[in-house]
């Protein structure tokens, strides 16, 4: 997985111009990308954003869904992706790639521009729903004690300083191969500790959010079903709803929703954050 050049640029969403209905008259959709499955991924961000500003929505949401289909996991990518699912209407689309870039951990400007981003789909949904705060269509974070010392500081930092000990560590050991000093021996066992504790709230962080998987609804006749089959006995699910996943495959997806009920899902309903 890889990330764009950092010469990227995010598409605004004005709140007052996506809550609305545009008016305006879109221009003309640029000539398509001719060999799209072979493009730059640089090429394709900047078609897709010409796309979006052209009123193009679908257009672009292919563009930045084939940079996703190449495992191109960027904050940009998945905030303009969004904005285009937002724009068609697609709220609850919009509300997983918001989340999927929230995870990637991106810099203060663009976490603020995708939680403002985030909380307008939630709203548009809610006022369908007639539900009230974010806990109406999020799942919650997990508050087990292990969870929480697991995710205490960023997964990027995390490794960053496990990389960091690891290193420091083997430089002190080859300096006292080659140069034996009290010093040396002093320096390697705390941080012999500190590699050790921080490998250990590595693995602690991988483990937990392996568990913990989290999908967002984005059908808007999604239903939690009793069983594997259409036919099974269910009940309507909210357009932007966040669940748990459990299980499942390509077809149905096992799903824990907040207040603990259980239940199997069509998987073309659900996107995995």
Same mark, same amino acid.
């Given at each position: 997985?890889? $990330?764009?050049?950092?010469?990227?640029?995010?598409?605004?969403?004005?709140?007052?111009?996506?809550?609305?209905?545009?008016?305006?008259?879109?221009?003309?959709?640029?000539?398509?990308?001719?060999?799209?499955?072979?493009?730059?991924?640089?090429?394709?961000?900047?078609?897709?954003?010409?796309?979006?500003?052209?009123?193009?929505?679908?257009?672009?949401?292919?563009?930045?869904?084939?940079?996703?289909?190449?495992?191109?996991?960027?904050?940009?990518? *998945?905030?303009?992706?969004?904005?285009? *699912?937002?724009?068609?209407?697609? *709220?609850?689309?919009?509300?997983? *790639?918001?989340? +999927?870039?929230?995870?990637?951990?991106?810099?203060?400007?663009? +976490?603020?521009?995708?939680?403002?981003?985030?909380?307008?789909?939630?709203?548009?949904?809610?006022?369908?729903?007639?539900?009230?705060?974010?806990?109406?269509?999020?799942?919650?974070?997990?508050?087990?004690?292990?969870?929480?010392?697991?995710?205490?500081?960023?997964?990027?930092?995390?490794?960053?300083?496990?990389?960091?000990?690891?290193?420091?560590?083997?430089?002190?050991?080859?300096? $006292?191969?080659?140069?034996?000093? $009290?010093?040396?021996?002093?320096?390697?066992?705390?941080?012999?500790?500190?590699?050790?504790?921080?490998?250990?709230?590595?693995?602690?962080?991988?483990?937990?959010?392996?568990?913990?998987?989290?999908?967002?609804?984005?059908?808007?006749?999604?239903?939690? +079903?009793?069983?594997?089959?259409?036919?099974?006995?269910?009940?309507?699910?909210?357009?932007?709803?966040?669940?748990?996943?459990?299980?499942?495959?390509?077809?149905?997806?096992?799903?824990?929703?907040?207040?603990?009920?259980?239940?199997?899902?069509?998987?073309?309903?659900?996107?995995?954050?």
């Amino acid at each position: 997985m890889s $990330r764009l050049a950092p010469r990227h640029w995010l598409l605004p969403l004005l709140l007052a111009a996506a809550l609305a209905p545009s008016t305006a008259a879109a221009a003309p959709a640029p000539t398509p990308t001719p060999t799209a499955a072979n493009a730059d991924p640089q090429a394709l961000f900047r078609d897709g954003n010409a796309r979006y500003f052209a009123g193009d929505w679908k257009g672009a949401i292919a563009a930045y869904g084939e940079l996703v289909t190449r495992q191109i996991e960027d904050p940009a990518v *998945y905030h303009n992706l969004g904005n285009a *699912y937002f724009r068609t209407g697609a *709220y609850g689309s919009a509300i997983a *790639y918001y989340l +999927r870039a929230l995870r990637l951990e991106p810099g203060a400007d663009v +976490r603020t521009a995708l939680e403002t981003n985030l909380d307008a789909a939630r709203r548009t949904l809610q006022a369908r729903y007639r539900t009230s705060g974010d806990a109406g269509l999020a799942y919650g974070d997990p508050s087990g004690f292990w969870h929480q010392v697991t995710h205490v500081i960023g997964g990027d930092a995390l490794a960053l300083l496990f990389g960091g000990f690891w290193f420091l560590l083997f430089a002190a050991l080859i300096t $006292r191969r080659l140069r034996p000093a $009290r010093w040396t021996s002093v320096t390697a066992v705390p941080l012999a500790i500190a590699l050790v504790l921080t490998g250990v709230v590595l693995w602690g962080r991988i483990t937990t959010d392996a568990a913990y998987r989290i999908a967002v609804v984005v059908k808007p006749d999604a239903a939690l +079903r009793d069983g594997r089959h259409a036919s099974a006995q269910g009940k309507e699910l909210p357009e932007g709803l966040e669940v748990r996943i459990l299980d499942g495959d390509t077809e149905w997806t096992q799903v824990e929703l907040a207040n603990g009920r259980r239940g199997w899902v069509d998987a073309q309903d659900l996107k995995q954050i």
